[in-house]
């Protein structure tokens, strides 16, 4: 819908080239998924985000780092400061003493979360030369956005279901991770999801498919947090112009009215 | 240059009368923008110059807001991009508005060019008002490029390679131009530091030269949509209210649309790869310029060898300075152009057609495409413009715009 009424705004305004979608690769399409904060009016599903925080801190946070986010920000989760203090008790973040000397002391609200290696160059030598990506904007930082997450976690096709033109056109060992969504299919994250991977406080089945939309919509929510202020904005913005542009519009007819 | 606009004004309030007695701002303004005899018979494609104006505006309010929250340095540019983002309050708000004002800038002006090329705006006694608005249009792309360099994401980075790498297709000095272009044998921080110092200062430029092309407009004033002079002033009304109200109206129109975007589709217009901080080492399987860019890109690598690709891009834009003399008809209004009505068309399916072509990767049939584009492109401007003026015959031009605009109210 959003995409709808964007594509109609721009066709009026005459900027077809702005609308070119660039899609390349032998890789499929991402299918589309419905998401709680998709829409004009969409928000954030707090318990899903809460449980995709869960996968993140449970699974992802091993490798991946979440730079631009700080544990105080998950008190717009919906959580209570309290209850973001017991989830962080056992994160220890590093920091220096009055020495000087580096230490490590329990995380607190105002830290920055904790990553998961010291530097790039630490980070690339534990992972085969490459980096795992930092996930601050990874859900805006992909064609396809949360789609392409969720099929990427869910997409994985284990070596015996490959057929064999597969393992022949995309050079596939028994070694590789063979993704059905990633561009060139060989990617280096192991799957990182699986039923079961995760136990959920609120006793939601940790299925792989619950535990990737949650993890998805959770990473959605690091990407842009305030999506919520921004649509709100938009909405009242819109209103607004509608109104000042229908009394322009009946004052230029009558400043108009003795010319034609 | 208002000789012609009626007797000076007089200011009963005391203070502005003794004001303007020493600086005549008052009397400028209400020349200028109040009595100012303007055509009335404009239609919605006039206001595109009064919206182009207040992005110009925005654009640099919400500039210097964000540069006071901007670290140009590249280890933490992109950060500093995310934190305005997140930490800076309504920060979100100010980036989603300069970010897709500089579309929306373009989006008004490309329409605003349109309307002077098809009613024919550029001819006599009009040229230096084009040339300028040009110049603007070079100053604003000048500006838009370099300000999509400062999130140093992919596409800013690969894009800044991509395009001052073009100045080593000059022969002999290439190289070192290019080399003083970056500050260093790479793009690195001093590229980024010149970049956002250029970024801030261009657009006072634009507003001076924006000035300029005020002062010229207001010598013969508009040209209007039947592209004949107003003879009296029954075909004239003053600038106001009559046209502060319809460009305020139009104004407004053009901030919904342009909300929907900022408020609901901030990435649209965007490329998801520029959510990347720029890594040197991974080049992005398609470098795409924003899409305003795209028709010229698609010039640029039409053309197989690089020094005559950058040539073309150069000179499709070199072409619109020579406009006013390549178009050798008498007739402005393309509405009394019977074949000219069409070229029109034609060029604008043209310049999508470039901006598809630009948008995708060159290979199969975008390449021969893209080449036969660009022959048109530059086939409309240096060979039809010039023989059409000649062999085309002008529908009968009204005898005045008031003729014309009663009659029409009549029928």
């Keep these: ?260 | 240059m208002a000789s012609s606009h009626g007797t000076p004004p007089v200011f009963n309030n005391k203070v502005i009368a003794w004001i303007d007695h020493r600086l005549p701002i008052f009397s400028y303004v209400e020349k200028e923008y109040h009595t100012f005899p303007t055509p009335r018979n404009f239609n919605y494609f006039w206001n595109f110059g009064a919206i182009a104006t207040v992005m110009l505006v925005l654009m640099i309010a919400t500039g210097v807001v964000l540069a006071t929250n901007y670290t140009p340095h590249v280890l933490m540019a992109f950060d500093s991009v995310e934190r305005i983002d997140r930490d800076v309050p309504q920060g979100w708000l100010i980036r989603d508005l300069h970010m897709n004002g500089a579309s929306f800038f373009f989006i008004a002006v490309y329409i605003h060019i349109f309307r002077g090329m098809y009613y024919g705006s550029y001819k006599a006694p009009r040229e230096l008002l084009w040339i300028l608005g040009v110049v603007i249009f070079l100053l604003m792309m000048a500006t838009a490029f370099m300000g999509y360099v400062l999130p140093w994401g992919q596409m800013s980075f690969w894009g800044a390679t991509v395009i001052t790498s073009l100045f080593s297709a000059i022969p002999v000095v290439g190289d070192s131009i290019v080399t003083w272009l970056w500050g260093g044998f790479s793009i690195g921080n001093p590229t980024l530091n010149r970049f956002f110092a250029l970024h801030y200062l261009l657009p006072f430029i634009i507003v001076a030269v924006v000035a300029l092309h005020v002062v010229a407009l207001h010598v013969h004033g508009s040209n209007n949509p039947l592209g004949i002079d107003p003879k009296g002033p029954q075909d004239t009304v003053p600038f106001h209210p009559y046209y502060t109200m319809k460009d305020g109206f139009g104004v407004v129109v053009f901030l919904i649309v342009y909300s929907i975007v900022v408020f609901f589709a901030p990435d649209y217009l965007g490329d998801a790869a520029n959510y990347i901080q720029a890594d040197p080492l991974v080049t992005p399987t398609h470098i795409v310029p924003e899409w305003y860019f795209l028709p010229f890109y698609a010039i640029l690598r039409a053309v197989p060898d690089k020094l005559g690709g950058v040539i073309a891009m150069f000179g499709a834009i070199a072409v619109l300075f020579v406009l006013p003399w390549l178009d050798t008809s008498r007739v402005r209004s393309a509405t009394f152009r019977p074949i000219y009505k069409w070229c029109m068309l034609l060029l604008v399916i043209d310049v999508v057609v470039l901006g598809f072509c630009g948008a995708n990767p060159p290979a199969g049939f975008w390449i021969p495409l893209s080449q036969v584009a660009t022959l048109y492109y530059f086939f409309h401007f240096l060979i039809l413009l010039p023989v059409l003026g000649k062999i085309e015959r002008p529908l009968p031009l009204p005898p005045s715009i008031a003729d014309a605009v009663l009659k029409k109210k009549a029928g």
């Design chain 1, 1 to 260: 819908m959003r995409r709808l009424i964007v594509s109609g705004a721009i066709a009026l305004a005459a900027l077809a080239t702005g609308a070119v979608a660039i899609a390349a690769g032998t890789e499929a399409h991402p299918p589309h998924k419905h998401w709680h904060f998709q829409g004009p009016f969409g928000t954030y599903d707090r318990a899903a985000a809460q449980r995709g925080y869960q996968v993140y801190a449970e699974v992802c946070a091993a490798c991946h780092s979440l730079s631009l986010l700080a544990y105080r920000n998950l008190t717009e989760l919906g959580l209570t400061e309290n209850q973001v203090k017991g989830l962080i008790k056992d994160i220890q973040v590093p920091d220096l003493n009055d020495d000087g000397q580096p230490i490590e002391r329990p995380a607190r609200l105002s830290d920055s979360f904790r990553k998961p290696f010291p530097n790039a160059a630490a980070a690339a030598a534990a992972n085969n030369g490459k980096a795992p990506p930092d996930l601050s904007v990874i859900v805006k930082a992909r064609e396809g956005g949360p789609d392409y997450i969720y099929a990427l976690l869910t997409g994985y096709v284990p070596f015996d279901k490959l057929t064999p033109e597969q393992i022949k056109e995309f050079a596939v060992t028994k070694d590789d991770n063979f993704n059905a969504y990633f561009p060139g299919h060989k990617i280096a994250m192991a799957p990182p999801l699986s039923d079961d991977k995760v136990t959920y406080a609120d006793g939601t089945k940790a299925t792989l498919s619950q535990e990737a939309s949650d993890v998805t919509e959770f990473l959605a929510w690091a990407s842009e947090p305030y999506m919520e202020d921004r649509k709100r904005t938009g909405v009242r913005v819109i209103l607004f112009l509608l109104a000042l542009a229908g009394l322009m519009y009946a004052v230029k007819r009558q400043v108009w009215s003795n010319k034609h």
